[in-house]
C-alpha cells in the first residue's frame, strides 16, 4: 500500500441531548440527558473514549 492516502470522513460527534435542558438542583444533571454541567460543557473536547464512558454511565442513571 506504498504511495497510497485513504481519506477518511471526519465523523460526527453524537450528542446524549434531546433537547430537555433543565439542571436538575438535587442532583445537579440535566433532567433531559442526565449528564453534568462539566459533561456537557466537555462534551465536544472529550476523546472518543471518555464520551463512551459517559454513555456508559448514562445508561446507569438512566436506569437508577
Known sequence: M???V???APQRI???CV???RIDPA???CQ???RTIDEITRWTRM????????MAELSRRKGA
Request: glycine share 8%; aromatic share 0%.
Open 19 to 21: 433537547n430537555v435542558c
Open 47 to 54: 476523546t472518543d473514549a471518555e464520551r463512551d464512558a459517559v
Open 6 to 8: 485513504e481519506i477518511v
Open 2 to 4: 506504498d504511495g497510497i
Open 32 to 34: 433531559g440527558c442526565t
Open 14 to 16: 453524537i450528542s446524549p
Open 27 to 29: 442532583t445537579r444533571r
